[in-house]
C-alpha cells in the first residue's frame, strides 16, 4: 500500500450483523472505507454499529495521508481533522464515484454485505476479517491491474479479482 495519496474518498454503507425475526428492528452495522482514487486501492476501512466522527477520526488517522479528502453530505464528516484539504459534496456523488464503486464491488463480492441475502456475520470480527482479507486482495489486483495496462492499453487483462482471492 502506498505511504500518500494525492486524493482520498471516504464513504459508508450499511448492513446488519446476525439474524433476528422480521417483527424485530436489527441494528445496522456500518464500514466505513476510505478509498484511494490513483491506484485504486481501499486505504483503510472500520467496522462498527455506529458512525460516529471519533471512529471516523480514528480511521482518517491511521490512513495514509492525502492531499484531498471527499466525502458525501453525512454530518459526521464535517467534525474530522484531515491532513489535508476535505471537499463534501453535499447535493451529488461527483466527487464520490471511486468510493461509491468500491462499496458496489465489496456487496458484489462479499455475499455477507449483499442485500436479502442468506449470508449473514453472526459478529462483527467476523465481518472485519472478511473485509481484510478482500482489501488485501482487492489492492493486489488494482497493482497488477494497472501494471498491466502500463504496457497493453487495449487488451483486457488476463486476470480477475478472484484469481486474487
Not at 464535517?78 to 484539504?85: E, F, R, S, T
Not at 476479517?129 to 488485501?136: K, P, S, T
Request: hydrophobic share 35%; charged share 30%; aromatic share 12%.
Amino acid at each position: 500500500m502506498e505511504n500518500h495519496y494525492v486524493e482520498l474518498e471516504l464513504d459508508e454503507l450499511y448492513h446488519f450483523v446476525g439474524q433476528r425475526p422480521r417483527t424485530q428492528t436489527r441494528e445496522n452495522t456500518y464500514v466505513i472505507t476510505a478509498v484511494s482514487r490513483h491506484p485504486r486501492q481501499i486505504a483503510a476501512f472500520d467496522v462498527a454499529f455506529d458512525k460516529s466522527p471519533k471512529r471516523i477520526q480514528r480511521m482518517v488517522d491511521g490512513a495514509p495521508d492525502a492531499r484531498t479528502y471527499y466525502t458525501d453530505g453525512f454530518t459526521g464528516y464535517v467534525d474530522i481533522v484531515y491532513p489535508g484539504k476535505h471537499v463534501r459534496c453535499i447535493s451529488d456523488k461527483s466527487q464520490t464515484y471511486t468510493v461509491e464503486g468500491v462499496n458496489a464491488d465489496l456487496r458484489h463480492y462479499i455475499p455477507l454485505l449483499r442485500r436479502r441475502s442468506r449470508c449473514f456475520a453472526r459478529s462483527l470480527d467476523t465481518l472485519h476479517a472478511v473485509l481484510e482479507v478482500f482489501r488485501d486482495a482487492y489492492n493486489k489486483f488494482g497493482k497488477a491491474k494497472e501494471e498491466w495496462r502500463q504496457t497493453r492499453i487495449t487488451e483486457q487483462p488476463p486476470f480477475a479479482l478472484v484469481d486474487f482471492l
